[in-house]
């Protein structure tokens, strides 16, 4: 019986390191072809193309090159489609001046992304525009993000019986109160800044009157983004544009045509044949090349990259701040802090450029990353870029820049602490039937333990933090801005939320611009006119990233979407991140003081 067992055993361990193996030879196989195709793809743009921009996902800031979903069919190899705001970016720049790229194509295939990341696109766009090259974006449908990414263009097309949303913008959230009531969990909610809207849904029924006002001030300075480009691609003025949402004028391609929204409403396979009679003539294949292909033509990177030996370094901080490495999805205090300190040391680079896009996470972490971005600036200058979102501790990292550029539509400020304790005693006695108690050295032994209610004393102690973590918070933005009034920087903090158009008129940003503005602005305090820019830390091969990908974290995430699916996955695990938690399948809670926002904010 042991002589079997043992076989058995042998066999398993055997059947699984052959598997392994198999994974290996197959990752090294896809590798080796990926680099095989890139090479042959070092001079694949010919005369007379198109660059096609086919979105299609989301637009994130850093295109993530691992993607094992070539079977066309959900499993735990594939990851969310991903397009890169840089390499987008980049592309446009490479197009511009590359005499066999006549024009750019935009297909609208529902896309995925934060207003900033619009607004950096559309400048780009605009930018090509001015060359004298043509643009035409195409969709089936268009919504308010989409349209206004398409006033870039020349030419606006539709299909004929396509789809057209332009009602205005807004956004909502859930409020819990009565849910948590009913559920009897009682949350103990320790907060400071009256704008510092991130615990109310927990709290209340409805938006407080200071969160309606910073909402609404929000939407309104990016719907007045909206409403200049729509005006201007129109040919109408903004009071018409504003009839046009408010009355629902343009609610199908037809009507929207004929109020001057688009050029036409037209098939897509007429479209390609007008496209044909600007580039390669009739009945002949169009040359379409994507920004991936463009990118990798030796001709057309080298019309954009630098020359010179230093260096720019270019940072990327892209997700909710933790202590720790944090993951694909997050910022790590410990990773970043090694990434600035790789660049730093490199005797080439002059000068670093940190690009956030952040809603904040914890107070500690943001605390550590802030220290180690003022290290660095010491010997040499580090600029700060923000995207969709550098709030709360995303702007508690900012602050540490020597100089801060924001889009207009970029959400930042939220100068705030909060933290969320819950008493879950009633739910388990009352709904499973389920008692606690504890023995203890001291009578606060177990302060925040969840399953009893918290004294008067402990809820004091614990405020006292918050406001502590708040002031530090203050300290670190007037040293960082330069306010010379304590009061002056109150009045504009409080937990309050502003768009990056605001922000430069308050003092919390120095200028209005993009990651290449960022850039240009290093190389000045560096005072280098020649240069690169290097991405730190280098893209890790594809067998690191097949175990980053198969790292706790993103098998728990795969699981929870696979069950209740991917929208309702995310709405949890925030929910979840907002009171402190762990994940859903533990109980307990996660001490923390935060410099978060809710949630990323959905503007639409």
Known sequence: ?????????????????????????????????????????MHSVVENSILHMKLRGAIVEKHRPLDFDFLGSRSIFSEDRTIGLYELNRAIDA????????????????????????????????????????????????DEKSYYLATAANQIFIQPNGDFEFNGL?????????????????????RVGKFKAAIEPLILEHMSAENRKQNEDLIGDIWSEVRQAT???????????????????????????????????????????????????????????????????????AAIEGKGPKK??????????????????????????????????????????????????????SDVIWREMMKVDESIPVIVSMGDVAASGGYYMASAGRYIFAEPTTITGSIGVF???????????????????????????????????????????????????????????????????????ENIAEGRVWSGTRAKEIGLVDELGGLDAAIRKAAEFAEVKSYKVAIYPQQSDPIMQFFERFSGDAVRSWVSEALIGKEAARNLQALGRVAGQLPLSQIEMKPGVYTRMLKDVKIQ
Request: without cysteine; aromatic residues 10%.
């Open 1 to 41: 019986m042991k002589a079997f067992i043992k076989n058995i055993f042998a066999t398993v361990i055997g059947m699984l390191i052959a598997s392994l193996v198999s994974v290996f030879v197959f990752i090294a196989v896809i590798t080796l072809i990926v680099q095989g195709a890139s090479k042959k793809a």
């Open 95 to 142: 197009a511009k001046t590359d005499a066999r790229i006549k024009g750019i194509y935009i297909e609208m295939r529902g896309f995925d992304a934060g207003w900033a990341a619009l607004s950096s696109l559309h400048r780009k766009l605009e930018e090509f525009k001015a060359t004298g090259k043509w643009i035409y974006t195409y969709g089936d449908g268009y």
């Open 170 to 190: 807004g956004m909502s959230s859930p409020f819990l109160k009565g849910l948590l009531a009913k559920l009897e969990l009682e949350p103990r909610v320790f």
């Open 312 to 365: 720019i370094a270019l940072v990327f901080a892209e997700g909710e701040i933790e202590s720790g490495l944090g993951s694909r999805d997050s910022i790590g205090s410990e990773a970043f802090r090694e990434d600035l300190i790789e660049a730093e040391q490199d005797e080439d680079v002059a000068a670093i450029v940190v690009r956030i896009n952040s809603p904040g996470g914890s107070a500690l972490a």
């Open 419 to 489: 933290g969320v304790m819950f008493n879950t005693e009633k739910f388990f006695k009352n709904k499973a039937a389920v008692n606690f108690d504890r023995v203890v050295t001291h009578p606060y032994a177990d302060i925040g333990n969840s399953n009893r209610p918290m004294s008067e004393f402990e809820a004091k102690k614990i405020q006292g933090e918050v406001e502590r973590v708040y002031k530090r918070f203050l300290d670190v933005v007037q040293e960082g801005r330069g306010y010379e009034k304590r009061e002056d920087l």
């Open 231 to 301: 005006a201007k691609a129109a040919k109408v003025d903004d009071k018409r544009v504003d009839e046009i949402a408010g009355g629902l004028l343009a609610v199908s391609a037809d009507e929207a045509q004929k109020l001057g929204l688009f050029t036409e409403t037209i098939f897509e396979d007429l479209l390609e044949d007008r496209m044909r009679a600007l580039t390669v003539g009739k009945d002949t294949e169009l040359e379409f090349v994507t920004p991936g292909q463009l990118l990798r033509d030796s001709t057309a990177t």
